[in-house]
C-alpha cells in the first residue's frame, strides 16, 4: 500500500468482547486493518465474523476492550466528537423511521447532523434527484419498497457531507436493479468527492467493485487485498461441468460429495466446482465417466477464494438423507398449487393483477420481481394468510377461499426474518412450533429429536435462538416449519443477508427436500440461485413478466454482445425493458 496516501481509517490491535447468554464472546481478536483515503473496501467472511462489530467500532459506536482505531488520525476514545462529524454510518435495515414520511426523516437526520436551513434544501435537491424519491416525500418509509428504502437510507446518511461512508450490509433484502443503483450513488461519491468507503456484504461480486477486500472469520482478519489477487490464486482450480445422464442438480450433489472438490454449485446449464489441486482427472468420478462428461476451465471469481479459504476451515457437514413425505392424496395431483386470474386489492391500489400459474409435485419453483413487485403479497394469499379479491387459488387440492385452515396445515411456511423467538432457546422454539402445529406426547418428541439431528442443533439447543450467527437462525427456522411434515414449502428470501457457506448448505437442503416430494415456493433476490429453481417467474407491478425454466428466461435476452446472460442479467435486462 503507497505510504504517501493519507489513511483514513485504522485498526491498531483492536479486540472486543461480549457476552451473550452469560457467556463471553470475543468479537473482534487482536485485528489491524488499515484504509486508505478515497478507498472502497469490503468486509466480507462467515456468520459471526466480527463484520458489524468493526462497522460500529469504526462509526464509534462501541469502544474497543483493548487496541487503538483512528480516523484521519483521531483517536475514537478520546476524540469521538470529532469523529462523529466525518463519518456517515448505515445500518442494516437502513436506520429509517417507518412511522415518518421521507421528507421527515431527510430532516431529523439533518437535525442529527446541525444541517443548516439554508445547506439542507440543497442537499435534499440534490440527494432525491439522485436517488429517484422527489416524488415520493410524503410517503411514509415504512410504505416504501425495499430498494426505495435503501436509497433513503443512504440519502440520510450523506446529508452530512461525510468523509468516511460506512455501510453495513447495504443490499440486504434488495432487487438487483436496487443493488445496481446503490453503486452508482457509490461510484458518484468516491470519484466527486473523494469519499471514502467501508461497507460489509454477502454478496461477494459487490465487493469485486470494491479496490481492496478483507476476509474476516471468527473475529480475525485472514487476509486484506484486491479482488484481482484473491482470484489470481484460484487460477486453474475452476471448472464448469456437464453430463450426458445427469440433470444438474443430481450432477451437484455427487460432484459435491468426491474428495478433491471443494465446492459444487449450479450455474447455467452447467455446475462449477473448485478443486484442490489444478488436475481434476485424476478424481474417481471423472475417471469413471469419461465418454459422458464435459469439463471445461472458467474464470475463478472471488467467491472461489473466498470459499477455498474458509472451507479449511470450516469443513462441510453430511447432511443427512432426507425421507419421502408420508403418503397423501397430494402424491395422486401432479398439480400442488394453482393459481387461476387472481387479484388482490388493497382499497383503490391493486398490489396483485390477474397471475396465472401452477406448481407441480416435488418442484422448485421460483417467484422472482423487483421490490414492491407483488411477491410478499402473491405469497400471504398462497399461505392463506390473506384472502384473493378475484380470482381461485389451490394448496394440496384445498380451494383457499372455502379451507384455508384445511390448507395451512400441509403447508410449511419460512420468514424473510425467520420468525423465531429470540428470547427463547432452540429446544424451546422447537416445543412451541410442534404444539402450535398440533403435534402430541411421542409424535412430538419424535419430531423434535428429528430436528435437532437434521438441522446439527443439539450444540445450540439451549442457546436463545435470538443470540445464534445468522446461519443457525436459519437452520432452526427451516426445522420449526418443517416440524408438522408439510406437503409444501413456501420460502420468503430466506437467505437474505447469509454468508455464501451457509447458502450453499441450505440448498443443500432443500434439494433434498424436492427430492424427497416436497413442493417448494421461493422468492430470492440472489439471481444465482435462482438456478436452482426448475421453473420461476419473474413479476413486474404486480403482473407476470416472463414465466419458463432458468435457460428459457436467459435466452430472452441472449445476444450477439450477451452470448451467455447470467441470471441477473437476464432480470435487470428484462425488467428494465418493460420499465421504458
Known sequence: MNDSVLTALEFIQVSKQ??????????????????????????????????????????????????????????????????????GYMPQRFGLYEDLSVAENLNLYSDLHNVSQIERQQRFSELMEMTGLAPFTKRLAGRLSGGM????????????????????????????????????????????????VLLSTAYLDEAERCTDVVLMDNGEILDQNSPEFFKNKMQGRCFLVNH???????????????????????????????????????????????????????????EDAFIALLRKRH???????????????????????????????????????????????????GLLGANGAGKTTTFRMLCGLLPVSNGQLSVAGVDLRK?????????GYMSQKFSLYGNL????????????????????????????????????????????????KQRLAMA??????????????????????????????????????????VTTHFMEEAEYCDRLVIMVEGQILIAGTPTEIKQQVTSPSLPEPTMEDAFIKLVEARQI
Open 18 to 87: 461480549f457476552t451473550t447468554s452469560k457467556r463471553p464472546v470475543n468479537a473482534l481478536q487482536g485485528i489491524s486493518l488499515r484504509v486508505s483515503e478515497g478507498a472502497v473496501v469490503a468486509l466480507v467472511g462467515p456468520d459471526g465474523a466480527g463484520k458489524t462489530t468493526l462497522m460500529r467500532l469504526a462509526a464509534g459506536l462501541l469502544l474497543p476492550n483493548s487496541g487503538a482505531i483512528q480516523v484521519f488520525s483521531f483517536d475514537t476514545d478520546q476524540q469521538a466528537e470529532s469523529i462523529h462529524a466525518m463519518i
Open 403 to 411: 379451507a384455508a385452515a384445511r390448507a395451512r396445515a400441509k403447508i
Open 244 to 302: 450426458a445422464n445427469y440433470s444438474n442438480r443430481n450432477l451437484q450433489k455427487l460432484l459435491s460429495e468426491q474428495q478433491g472438490i471443494i465446492d459444487a454449485i449450479i450455474q447455467g446449464e452447467k455446475v462449477r466446482i473448485i478443486t484442490d489441486n489444478a488436475d481434476p482427472s485424476n478424481l474417481d468420478f471423472f475417471k469413471n465417466n469419461t465418454s459422458k462428461l464435459n469439463i471445461a476451465t472458467t474464470e475463478p471469481r472471488l
Open 480 to 521: 420449526c416449519a418443517l416440524m408438522h411434515e408439510p406437503e409444501i414449502l413456501f420460502l420468503d428470501e430466506p437467505t437474505s443477508g447469509v454468508d455464501p457457506l451457509a447458502r450453499r448448505e441450505f440448498w443443500n437442503r432443500t434439494n433434498l427436500l424436492a427430492a424427497s416430494g416436497v413442493t417448494v415456493l
Open 149 to 196: 428504502k435503501q436509497k433513503l437510507g443512504l440519502a440520510c446518511t450523506l446529508l452530512s457531507q461525510p468523509r468516511i461512508l460506512l455501510l453495513d450490509e447495504p443490499s440486504v433484502g434488495v432487487d438487483p436493479v436496487s443493488r445496481r443503483e446503490l453503486w452508482k450513488i457509490i461510484d458518484h461519491q468516491v470519484k466527486n468527492n473523494g469519499m471514502t
Open 425 to 472: 432457546s432452540v429446544m424451546q422454539n422447537l416445543e412451541f412450533f410442534s404444539s402450535a402445529y398440533g403435534l402430541k406426547q411421542q409424535r412430538r418428541q419424535q419430531r423434535i429429536q428429528w430436528a435437532l439431528e437434521q438441522f446439527q442443533l443439539k450444540s445450540a439447543q439451549n442457546s436463545d435462538s435470538g443470540d445464534l450467527p445468522l446461519g443457525y
Open 315 to 365: 469443513p462441510p457437514t453430511m447432511i443427512p438423507e432426507i425421507k419421502s413425505i408420508k403418503n397423501t392424496d397430494a402424491e395422486i395431483v401432479k398439480e400442488v398449487i394453482r393459481v387461476e386470474g387472481v387479484d388482490r386489492w388493497f382499497g383503490n391500489f391493486q398490489a396483485v393483477k390477474k397471475l396465472n400459474f401452477t406448481v407441480n409435485r416435488g418442484e422448485i419453483f
